[in-house]
């Protein structure tokens, strides 16, 4: 079979063309607005309460860093720190 621009298009049996193909979006998708409304509102309201950076965890950190008992490599970081900035992020 050639297929060639401007020709009409010859049915196939037993398939619905395109103009017959119905979907109910509306239906699915105000379904599944309601179910991700109801269920993330609730986080979304406790996440927005929460500060932006947890202090107490980043002086944690902080103060295990410094005294050595959190493993760290400066030469994977700086690899890390490359890679993003060359992935044009």
Known sequence: MKVVP????????????AAEIRTPVTTASSAASK???S??????A?????PDIDHE???ALKT?????EL???????AAL?????RSGR
């Open 6 to 17: 401007g020709s009409a298009a010859t049915p196939v049996a037993g398939i619905a063309p």
């Open 57 to 59: 965890k980043v002086a």
């Open 35 to 37: 179910l991700q409304s």
């Open 81 to 85: 720190i490359e890679r993003y900035h």
């Open 64 to 68: 295990a860093l410094e005294r050595g």
């Open 46 to 50: 406790a996440m927005s309460e929460m």
């Open 39 to 44: 269920v993330l509102q609730p986080a979304m």
């Open 71 to 77: 493993p760290f490599n400066p030469t994977k970081l």
